[in-house]
T-cell receptor
Framework: ETGVTQSPTHLIKTRGQQVTLRCSSQ?????VSWYQQALGQGPQFIFQ???????GRGNFPPRFSGLQFPNYSSELNVNALELDDSALYLC??????????FGNGTRLTVT | DAKTTQPPSMDCAEGRAANLPCNHS???????VYWYRQIHSQGPQYIIHGLKNNETNEMASLIITEDRKSSTLILPHATLRDTAVYYC????????????FGAGTRLTVKP
C-alpha cells in the first residue's frame, strides 16, 4: 500500500512569487486535505477536496487555492507569497469520514 | 467544536507505560476523540479514536471517562521511537475535515 507522497520536500521562494505543491493520495482514498504548520505550532486546516470539489475551507485567504484530479492527486497553489507563508505544508488523504493519513510535507521558505 | 487541553510536555521511562491526558469538557454527544502524533520532521500519524467506549489497537489504548469530559491515551510499553508530539482532537466523525490541532503534548521517552 503506497502512502501519501508530497513533492518537493523543500522549496525556497521569493516574496510575491507563486508556488505549486503536489500530493499523491494513498491508494483508494477519495478525499485530500491540506494543512499549514508554522514552526512550533500544530497544523492548521487550509481546505479539503472530495470528488474534485472543495469540501470545506479554513481561515485562509483566496490566494490559497487547490485542485484535486480524477486520480485523487492534488495541488496546493499559493499566489503572492508573503514571508508569513513560510511553513511546513502537509497533505492528508482519507476515505470520507475516516481518519486522515498524512504525508511528510513540503517545507516552504519565503525570503 | 469542543476545545481540548493537554499538558505541554511529559517524560516517560523506556519500557514503562506512557499515560497522556486530555481534557475536553465541552465535548458534544456526536463528537469523537482522536489522537495523532507527530515525530520530528514527519507528518502527523493517526493513532486511535473513540466515541464513548474504551478502544485498543496495536499502537495504543484510549480510555474515555464515563462523562466523556476527559480521556487518556496509553502507550503500554513506551520506546525511544515513541518520542513525539501527541495531539488530542475532538471532532464529529461526519466531518473529518478541519481537524483542529492544538499545541499537543511533547512526550520524551528516556532510556
Amino acid at each position: 500500500e503506497t502512502g501519501v507522497t508530497q513533492s518537493p520536500t523543500h522549496l525556497i521562494k521569493t516574496r510575491g512569487q507563486q508556488v505549486t505543491l503536489r500530493c499523491s493520495s494513498q491508494s483508494g482514498h477519495n478525499t485530500v486535505s491540506w494543512y499549514q504548520q508554522a514552526l512550533g505550532q500544530g497544523p492548521q486546516f487550509i481546505f479539503q477536496y472530495y470528488r474534485e470539489e472543495e469540501n470545506g475551507r479554513g481561515n485562509f485567504p483566496p490566494r490559497f487555492s487547490g485542485l484535486q484530479f480524477p486520480n485523487y492527486s492534488s495541488e496546493l497553489n499559493v499566489n503572492a507569497l508573503e514571508l508569513d507563508d513560510s511553513a511546513l505544508y502537509l497533505c492528508a488523504s482519507s476515505h470520507i469520514n475516516s481518519p486522515l493519513h498524512f504525508g511528510n510535507g513540503t517545507r516552504l521558505t519565503v525570503t | 467544536d469542543a476545545k481540548t487541553t493537554q499538558p505541554p510536555s511529559m517524560d516517560c521511562a523506556e519500557g514503562r507505560a506512557a499515560n497522556l491526558p486530555c481534557n475536553h469538557s465541552t465535548i458534544s454527544g456526536n463528537e469523537y476523540v482522536y489522537w495523532y502524533r507527530q515525530i520530528h520532521s514527519q507528518g502527523p500519524q493517526y493513532i486511535i479514536h473513540g466515541l464513548k467506549n474504551n478502544e485498543t489497537n496495536e499502537m495504543a489504548s484510549l480510555i474515555i471517562t464515563e462523562d466523556r469530559k476527559s480521556s487518556t491515551l496509553i502507550l503500554p510499553h513506551a520506546t525511544l521511537r515513541d518520542t513525539a508530539v501527541y495531539y488530542c482532537i475532538v471532532r464529529a466523525s461526519y466531518n473529518n475535515n478541519d481537524m483542529r490541532f492544538g499545541a499537543g503534548t511533547r512526550l520524551t521517552v528516556k532510556p
